[in-house]
């Protein structure tokens, strides 16, 4: 079993900057993929960033240029770095972990003020 554990939401106003980190413990052979994925009121949980095992990184297009997606292979972290925030960005984010199965997250609300 592996456990997911995430940190760093909290209450910004837009333009600010939050980091959010994702710790996987556990029976952890291969992380294939860890990442974040996000859920806005109303809306389908979208995908925000990813990291796959050999480091090649994606991001949505809305969030391109202003999240960074970084890991520490030694610690199975990963962290986003959210910076230029902006109401859009108001969600509750879900960090998940893909080994053999895929592992997700409690979420941690992140909400931007205008």
């Known amino acids: 079993q592996v456990q997911v554990v995430e940190s760093g939401g909290g209450l910004v106003q837009a333009g600010g900057s939050l980091r959010l980190s994702c710790a996987a413990s556990?029976?952890?052979?291969?992380?294939?993929?860890m990442g974040w994925y996000r859920q806005a009121p109303g809306k389908q949980r979208e995908l925000v960033a990813r990291i796959e095992s050999g480091g090649i990184i994606n991001y949505a297009d809305a969030v391109k240029g202003r999240f960074t997606l970084s890991r520490d292979n030694a610690k199975n972290t990963v962290y986003l770095q959210m910076n230029s925030l902006k109401a859009e960005d108001t969600a509750v984010y879900f960090c998940?972990?893909?080994?053999?199965?895929?592992?997700w997250g409690q979420g941690t609300q992140v909400t931007v003020s205008s």
């Open positions: 998940f972990v893909i080994t053999s199965n895929t592992y």
């Open positions: 556990g029976s952890i052979f291969r992380i294939n993929r």
